[in-house]
């Protein structure tokens, strides 16, 4: 079945770490998306990526990183420089034509 | 700037009831506008979606909204709720491009046994 995954869907770090999670889509999309989710704030644009090797930050991209290195693959690097980086990560892609984004399942990432 | 307000953001209804989510957009150009519903811990699956045409929309699972151009409201409906119906309900609006989408803080809908 077509769609997206995202790996790991828990995942727990100590201050000043570096986490990457994983984000791959078997849609042929050619965008995909980065949003963070906190309670009450609805879903914040971290990152979106166009077409393969070209990304754009978001409203909130301070303290995070991406690259598109290969269609279905668009992974986000959670720096040590992200504040408040305790969140649920959502990643999406779209076909683009009919604007409907489908979404991963999702990342809690936790900062001990 | 674009912008998506939902108003609501808890609502409780029972089962069977009628429901009415409120969804106001700013935004400069003609809107691309959708719904979206998240189960606690899930991604978000599209309800509906309006492009352009007959200002009501009909979506899965039985939910409807419809576009006031004059209001700037994109507000979902559905006329009997189900226990199923619990979770948590985006609004969206797209840039024309698809480029970027803005999401509304979301309302979460509580049933009533």
């Known amino acids: 079945d077509g769609g997206i995954t995202q790996s790991p869907k828990y995942l727990f770090r100590k201050e000043g770490q570096n986490v990457t999670l994983s984000c791959e889509q078997n849609l042929n999309h050619d965008a995909m998306y980065w949003y963070r989710q906190d309670p009450g704030q609805g879903l914040r644009l971290i990152y979106y990526?166009?077409?393969?090797?070209?990304?754009q930050k978001g409203d909130i991209a301070e303290g995070y990183s991406v690259s598109r290195e290969k269609k279905e693959s668009f992974p986000l690097t959670v720096t040590s420089a992200q504040k408040n980086p305790t969140a649920f990560y959502l990643c999406?892609?779209?076909?683009?034509?009919?604007?409907?984004?489908?979404f991963g399942e999702g990342s809690r990432l936790t900062v001990l | 700037a674009q912008s998506v307000t939902q108003p609501d953001i808890h609502i409780t209804v029972s089962e069977g009831a009628s429901l009415e989510l409120r969804c106001n957009y700013s935004y400069g150009a003609t809107p691309y506008l959708f719904w979206y519903v998240q189960s606690p811990g899930q991604g978000l699956q599209l309800l509906l979606k309006?492009?352009?045409?007959?200002?009501l929309v009909q979506g899965i699972k039985g939910f409807e909204a419809e576009f006031k151009r004059s209001q700037s409201s994109f507000n979902l409906r559905k006329p009997s709720v189900h226990w199923s119906d619990a979770a948590e309900y985006f609004c969206?609006?797209?840039?024309?491009?698809?480029?970027?989408?803005?999401f509304g803080s979301g309302t979460k809908l509580n049933v009533k046994p």
């Open positions: 309006y492009f352009s045409g007959d200002t």
């Open positions: 969206a609006v797209g840039e024309g491009n698809f480029n970027k989408f803005y």
């Open positions: 999406a892609s779209t076909e683009g034509h009919t604007g409907e984004l489908f």
């Open positions: 990526s166009q077409i393969v090797n070209d990304f």
